[in-house]
Nanobody, 121 residues
């Protein structure tokens, strides 16, 4: 089992920045790929970004490419999502997830409880 806890969400104005953190415990986090997903009210959960266990491979949704950066610190069992140039359409609950293989779909093995990000116009 891998337990994941997100933090760093909040309210920010359009154009602002936030950094989300995902603290992992349980099985060796460094052996899992990590992803960030989001779900806006009335919409399905969607892929935002993913990073391989080594950090060498990263993938982003087109909607966040160039604005968001995913990273990880395996020594600290923590993953991050740096979000810049935020837009109102980025408003959602953001979830981190861990998976045994690198993937850009929502079928991850383990999920956090989510953190709310609200971007005001």
């Amino acid at each position: 089992q891998v337990q994941l806890v997100e933090s760093g969400g909040g309210l920010v104005q359009a154009g602002g920045s936030l950094r989300l953190s995902c603290a992992a415990s349980g099985r060796t986090f460094s052996s899992y790929a990590m992803g960030w997903f989001r779900q806006a009210p009335g919409k399905e959960r969607e892929f935002v970004a993913a990073i391989s266990w080594s950090g060498n491979t990263r993938s982003y949704a087109d909607s966040v490419k160039g604005r968001f950066t995913i990273s990880r610190d395996n020594a600290k069992n923590t993953g991050y999502l740096q979000m810049n140039s935020l837009k109102p359409e980025d408003t959602a609950v953001y979830y981190c997830a861990a998976n045994r293989i690198f993937a850009t779909t929502v079928g991850y093995d383990y999920w956090g409880q989510g953190t709310q990000v609200t971007v005001s116009s």
